[in-house]
């Protein structure tokens, strides 16, 4: 390629400023792991300060609604269901405590829906993002989606000092907010998955995804500190820090290897082949000029894909349940016959973030071993089963107890859901029935966490609703998700088992030969 002069001065017009500044520093080219290593690190930091604004919300809930111990999502008939709760908020609206609309009668439900507006727009726009980000400069749409994040998410802030108490001001903001953060998760994917190959992708891909629970505990950190000047601060702020990283995205984010004229054979550690070993799918080819977009339809018909979309609507149904709910959860269940603060529960459900780290890093060594995603994907679904009834029947008898329970539900809950967002997706993106283009990674990226981000809404709506009458019936719902969501794996399950006993019985005389992608 660097001999060539025309792609030369197609990959210098498209390398990043950033890129070109350091080269001039350095006075030669930056190396493949290098490039590399500026892409896990700049999309680690993009996907962090994502999810760190998107949980300011749960903590600024608490100085809007202050009165009430019941935040959450609910649906509109049961807004009057609780007369002491209507005369509690009715007298701290009165008292001018929490923030007008929210600190009404009606205030928990208000709450309940931007969360749900904010999910679905998200899950809409997750469709409309993989689209377009596979149609232009990952790199410039990533940078309006965190730039468009960080304003939406300040203008909610605005209306502390603005002193707006119209309630469809911060409905309207909630829905762009949505719109704008639904850019991140393909974008961040499809450009991950450009740069590693399969050989070590579910790894790779399973340490990089623990910035979703790192931008989760930083969101709440900075929030919680900022909350006593006032919570227009906690919204500001964020929003202003992922407008900055957006900026870092524009200057350094290498969008591909072509882009920049890195070589793609110095990638000897992440890639490594075997002497006479073919190379099958390592990377995506280099002539993406003449590659056309895949269309939506015909994304979905990649095989592999609806099977994992489906799959994830569930288990994305039963984590952020655990997002939305387990604060709440926890603070209102006696361990050892004492209830924790909110302060405390709060602190105490961060565990489940340190477990989904360590299952997201699990699932993906796991796979990455056994050249098999759904096995790996439909084992945990299936181990939180009996491990969700455990945390339900166990978790109050002692403190101890209920945090190692806590960090097993983490690992089997959100090992799939990260394993299926990060290496699957990309592996889909890839599949070898594309013939090597490249232009599918954020619509397929899009298709399978879209789909899961319904589900994510309408999990916790459904809690809302089915946790006034029994949280053993929410344990339930979530079992069952969870065995659904592994149901829809069993033709891909079955497959992948085929295949590794193919392997077995060819393995004496023939070179290993790798199963293939998600088999149909």
Request: include cysteine; aromatic fraction near 12%.
């Amino acid at each position: 390629m660097g001999s060539l002069p025309e792609p030369i001065m197609e990959e210098n017009y498209s390398k990043p400023p950033g890129i070109r500044i350091m080269e001039k520093a350095k006075k030669s080219s930056l190396s493949f792991k290098t490039h590399q290593a500026i892409v896990l690190i700049v999309t680690f930091l993009a996907y962090t300060s994502y999810h760190a604004t998107r949980k300011t919300t749960s903590i600024v809930k608490s100085a809007l609604d202050p009165q009430s111990p019941d935040v959450g999502l609910k649906f509109p008939w049961q807004r009057h269901t609780n007369p002491e709760q209507n005369q509690s908020s009715r007298l701290s609206w009165m008292l001018k405590d929490g923030w007008v609309p929210f600190n009404g009668p009606d205030g928990t439900a208000l709450l309940g829906e931007l969360d749900v507006s904010f999910l679905f727009v998200y899950a809409m726009g997750m469709y409309f993002s993989g689209h377009v980000g596979d149609r232009m400069d990952l790199r410039i749409f990533l940078t309006v989606g965190m730039v468009g994040t960080g304003l939406f998410t300040a203008l909610f802030g605005v209306g502390y000092w603005a002193n707006v108490h119209i309630f469809y001001y911060y409905l309207i903001v909630q829905m762009m907010a949505g719109l704008f953060q639904s850019t991140g998760w393909p974008s961040v994917v499809a450009v991950v998955g450009n740069w590693f190959g399969k050989k070590k992708r579910g790894l790779i891909m399973g340490i990089w995804n623990a910035h979703t629970s790192i931008g989760n505990i930083t969101g709440s950190l900075v929030a919680s500190i900022l909350l006593k000047y006032g919570w227009g601060w906690s919204m500001v702020v964020p929003g202003s820090l992922i407008a900055i990283v957006g900026v870092v995205v524009f200057l350094f984010l290498p969008v591909h290897p072509e882009s920049v004229g890195a070589n793609k054979d110095e990638d000897e550690v992440f890639s490594p082949r075997k002497q006479g070993e073919e190379v099958t799918e390592p990377f995506l080819r280099s002539d993406r000029e003449q590659e056309s977009a895949v269309g939506f339809i015909e994304a979905w018909k990649i095989p592999g894909v609806a099977p994992f979309a489906f799959c994830l609507f569930f288990a994305k149904l039963v984590a952020y349940t655990f997002l939305y709910w387990l604060p709440f959860y926890i603070s209102h269940t006696a361990i050892e016959g004492k209830y924790l603060s909110n302060e405390e529960a709060g602190n105490l459900s961060t565990l489940f973030d340190v477990g989904g780290v360590v299952g997201g890093i699990l699932a993906g060594y796991i796979s990455d071993r056994l050249d098999a995603r759904a096995i790996t994907a439909a084992s945990f679904m299936y181990c939180a089963i009996p491990v969700l009834y455990c945390y339900r029947s166990y978790g109050h008898v002692s403190m101890t107890i209920n945090i190692i329970l806590m960090l097993i539900t983490g690992v089997f809950v959100n090992g799939p859901y990260a394993l299926i967002t990060t290496a699957v997706s990309a592996d889909l993106g890839t599949h070898s029935s594309l013939k090597g283009n490249s232009r599918a990674l954020a619509t397929v990226t899009a298709i399978i966490d879209g789909t899961g981000s319904i589900g994510a809404a309408i999990g916790p709506l459904l809690t809302g609703y089915i946790s006034a009458n029994s949280w053993s019936a929410v344990f339930t719902m979530l079992m069952g998700s969870a065995f659904i969501a592994g149901l829809f794996l069993t033709r891909l399950v079955v497959a992948e088992v085929g295949a590794k006993i193919q392997q077995l019985g060819s393995q004496g005389s023939s070179p290993r030969s790798r199963s293939p992608d998600l088999l149909v």
